[in-house]
Nanobody, 124 residues
Framework: QMQLSESGGGLVQAGDSLRLSCVAS????????MGWFRQAPGKEREFVAGISMDDQPYYANFALMEGRWTISRDNAKNIVYLDMSSLKPSDTATYYCASSGGSITMLRHLYNVWGQGTQVTVSS
């Protein structure tokens, strides 16, 4: 059974940093493209960052412009990380990791394995 499990969310203050983790099981993680999405209340789920099976990161335009996000992976541990810095209240959302198999993509509908999400709340 293919599974993803996120952790690392919580309540933080503006300006803090946070590392989210996502542990994968039940599929060939090292051969999978992975991504992080977020969904704020009342908004659509949006792509934040992805990383290819050969360890090449890519980011949504807003993430590239802000430069506060870093995605990485550890294939030995089947974990993908999202490091976030200088957090803002507007970053408050549920953060999800997902796998798109062999597709390097930002398109949500091409991600077919999803975690349950981890809540990040940033207070001002």
């Amino acid at each position: 059974q293919m599974q993803l499990s996120e952790s690392g969310g919580g309540l933080v203050q503006a300006g803090d940093s946070l590392r989210l983790s996502c542990v994968a099981s039940g599929f060939a993680f090292a051969r999978a493209n992975m991504g992080w999405f977020r969904q704020a209340p009342g908004k659509e789920r949006e792509f934040v960052a992805g990383i290819s099976m050969d360890d090449q990161p890519y980011y949504a335009n807003f993430a590239l412009m802000e430069g506060r996000w870093t995605i990485s992976r550890d294939n030995a541990k089947n974990i993908v990380y999202l490091d976030m810095s200088s957090l803002k209240p507007s970053d408050t959302a549920t953060y999800y990791c997902a796998s798109s198999g062999g597709s390097i993509t930002m398109l949500r509908h091409l991600y077919n394995v999803w975690g349950q999400g981890t809540q990040v709340t940033v207070s001002s």
